[in-house]
């Protein structure tokens, strides 16, 4: 079993350690019944040998039961995936790029990349504004196809807390960018390092 790739892959690993916590649970039942027909056995608490016989019975309906469950999970395919089988996110390619405002490097902001269908990614700017996209915690990349983009900068508001005491926050860029975001990119084999150069918001007129 690859502990590796069941840590790599989040429902996989899912899928491994509920597997583990049942064949241990199963494991568990079986030795305890074993250990109560041997104390009612040995204290003379049993009253008969049809007693006995009965929660003897029971240990090795528990150890059927396990292992009645473990032929069904190995048919429906878990142990297959545990045991390193094609992973179950999509075709990933690398992404990376710079964010600027005004021709600045940006740093600190989240660049996300959302696709038409599947899971985002996501990216923090450095401090010469470039980023790199990640997909999960140890997958980096962007799924391939057409995506909208967002962009956010978020600072913290000197002086000013919320109910809870925590200090607030307020975004840095225009909304254009984020909220009502009208920037998209399309992720492929030829595209895969995208520049955004943002414009400050305009003063409105008084």
Same mark, same amino acid.
């Given at each position: 079993?690859?502990?590796?790739?069941?840590?790599?892959?989040?429902?996989?690993?899912?899928?491994?350690?509920?597997?583990?916590?049942?064949?241990?649970?199963?494991?568990?039942?079986?030795?305890? &019944?074993?250990?109560?027909?041997?104390? +009612?056995?040995?204290? @003379? #608490? *049993?009253?008969?040998?049809?007693? /006995?016989?009965?929660? !003897?019975?029971?240990?090795?309906?528990?150890?059927?039961?396990?292992?009645?469950?473990?032929?069904?999970?190995?048919?429906?395919?878990?142990?297959?995936?545990?045991?390193?089988?094609?992973?179950?996110?999509?075709?990933?390619?690398?992404?990376?790029?710079?964010?600027?405002?005004?021709?600045?490097?940006? &740093?600190?902001?989240?660049?996300?990349? +959302?696709?038409?269908? @599947? #899971? *985002?990614?996501?990216?923090?700017? /450095?401090?010469?504004? !470039?980023?790199?996209?990640?997909?999960?915690?140890?997958?980096?990349?962007?799924?391939?196809?057409?995506?909208?983009?967002?962009?956010?900068?978020?600072?913290?508001?000197?002086?000013?807390?919320?109910?809870?005491?925590?200090?607030?926050?307020?975004?840095?860029?225009?909304?254009?960018?984020?909220?009502?975001?009208?920037?998209?990119?399309?992720?492929?084999?030829?595209?895969?390092?995208?520049?955004?150069?943002?414009?400050?918001?305009?003063?409105?007129?008084?």
């Amino acid at each position: 079993m690859s502990v590796e790739f069941c840590l790599a892959n989040r429902n996989i690993g899912q899928y491994c350690q509920f597997f583990r916590l049942l064949v241990f649970r199963f494991w568990t039942v079986y030795q305890l &019944a074993r250990v109560s027909a041997a104390s +009612l056995s040995i204290g @003379g #608490r *049993s009253g008969s040998e049809s007693f /006995d016989l009965k929660v !003897k019975e029971v240990s090795v309906q528990a150890w059927k039961t396990g292992a009645y469950f473990v032929l069904a999970v190995i048919a429906v395919g878990i142990l297959p995936g545990c045991s390193g089988a094609a992973s179950d996110h999509p075709p990933l390619l690398p992404v990376t790029g710079t964010v600027t405002l005004d021709h600045a490097p940006v &740093a600190g902001a989240r660049v996300q990349f +959302l696709p038409t269908e @599947g #899971r *985002s990614s996501a990216g923090i700017t /450095d401090d010469q504004g !470039k980023f790199t996209l990640i997909y999960d915690v140890n997958l980096t990349g962007a799924i391939a196809g057409q995506h909208q983009v967002s962009i956010s900068l978020y600072e913290t508001i000197p002086g000013k807390t919320d109910d809870e005491g925590q200090p607030m926050s307020e975004e840095k860029l225009p909304a254009e960018y984020n909220t009502n975001t009208k920037l998209t990119a399309t992720v492929d084999s030829e595209h895969l390092d995208f520049n955004f150069d943002l414009k400050s918001a305009k003063p409105s007129r008084p």
